[in-house]
T-cell receptor
């Protein structure tokens, strides 16, 4: 089956850099996505990696190593508004009729002043 | 802007009641999903639908059923609610996959927090 591991909680200070790791086990791997969810809000898409390497979108970057079944989300110049839960998710090949995602348990990031 | 709406933000029901959770999306997406979210367990897929009247079981379908009679609407049904179904329920939608290299972004509704007493 599919499984993803990520830390349950990370704390960092404003202005710092934080890395949230994700390791996965899946069959038919198609890519690793990251979603952000603020308390009381809906998850929203942040980034996606299909191939090895780093993808940068502003202050956020995401990295993937397919050979290590590992990825991470890097948040730079942390701001208070980055306090949220972050989920990694794999698109797997269980069903070709739809794009099913399997989510990790989520990492709660707390940014302190 | 993609909009996914859910019929209720908060719902309180009694054990044994039949519960309907409704989800509507306005972007003509083929795929729709129902997840439940519990602390530390992330989002777990209950059911998804890739077309009208088509459905597939996710990871935790037991105790749930779904209905998709129109493309924009996907309903989750708890036939006989139980206390262990107290949870946050999230609906999502997406376009049909365009293959490897596509993020197949899912767009989520605000969630329904269901409490079963």
């Amino acid at each position: 089956g599919q499984s993803l591991e990520q830390p349950s909680e990370v704390t960092a200070v404003e202005g710092a850099i934080v890395q949230i790791n994700c390791t996965y086990q899946t069959s038919g791997f198609y890519g690793l996505s990251w979603y952000q969810q603020h308390d009381g809000g809906a998850p929203t898409f942040l980034s996606y990696n299909a191939l090895d390497g780093l993808e940068e979108t502003g202050r956020f970057s995401s990295f993937l190593s397919r050979s290590d079944s590992y990825g991470y989300l890097l948040l730079q110049e942390l701001q208070m508004k980055d306090s949220a839960s972050y989920f990694c998710a794999v698109r797997d090949g269980r069903n070709n009729a739809g794009n099913m995602l399997t989510f990790g348990g989520g990492t709660r990031l707390m940014v302190k002043p | 802007d993609v909009k996914v709406t859910q019929s209720s933000r908060y719902l309180v029901k009694r054990t044994g009641e039949k519960v309907f959770l409704e989800c509507v999306q306005d972007m003509d997406h083929e795929n729709m999903f129902w997840y439940r979210q519990d602390p530390g367990l992330g989002l777990r897929l209950i059911y998804f639908s890739y077309d009208v009247k088509m459905k597939e079981k996710g990871d935790i379908p037991e105790g749930y059923s779904v209905s998709r009679e129109k493309k924009e609407r996907f309903s989750l049904i708890l036939e006989s609610a139980s206390t262990n179904q107290t949870s946050m329920y999230l609906c999502a939608s997406s376009l049909v996959s365009s293959g490897f290299g596509s993020a197949d972004t899912q767009y989520f509704g605000p969630g329904t927090r269901l409490t079963v007493l």
